[in-house]
Nanobody
Framework: QVQLVESGGGLVQPGGSLRLSCAVSGSVVSIYTMAWYRQAPGKQRKLVAAITKGGTTSYADSVKGRFTISRDNAKNTVHLQMNSLKPEDTAVYYC?????????WGQGTQVTVSS
């Protein structure tokens, strides 16, 4: 069984920064593309950023230049550095990964951007 556990969410003022982390544990054979999604109240879950096993990244237009996704293959972790946060970034952020050719999700971590 595989688990994805997110951490690092919280309350931050507009313009501030947060760093989310996702740790993959369990019966891991291989980790392929990892991603972060977010879901605001009353809205659909949307892709925020993704990173392939080789390190190629992609971002939603709304976060380009502000967010950076990274991964540590040796530690089975993925991070999302979020800078210049805006109130519209408020959402539950979910870690997602292709683990052993199965799509897995974390439980989510709340990010609230408010003064």
């Amino acid at each position: 069984q595989v688990q994805l556990v997110e951490s690092g969410g919280g309350l931050v003022q507009p313009g501030g920064s947060l760093r989310l982390s996702c740790a993959v544990s369990g019966s891991v054979v291989s980790i392929y593309t990892m991603a972060w999604y977010r879901q605001a109240p009353g809205k659909q879950r949307k892709l925020v950023a993704a990173i392939t096993k080789g390190g190629t990244t992609s971002y939603a237009d709304s976060v380009k230049g502000r967010f950076t996704i990274s991964r540590d293959n040796a530690k089975n972790t993925v991070h999302l550095q979020m800078n210049s946060l805006k109130p519209e970034d408020t959402a539950v952020y979910y870690c997602n990964g292709n683990i052993n050719h199965d799509i897995q999700w974390g439980q989510g971590t709340q990010v609230t951007v408010s003064s």
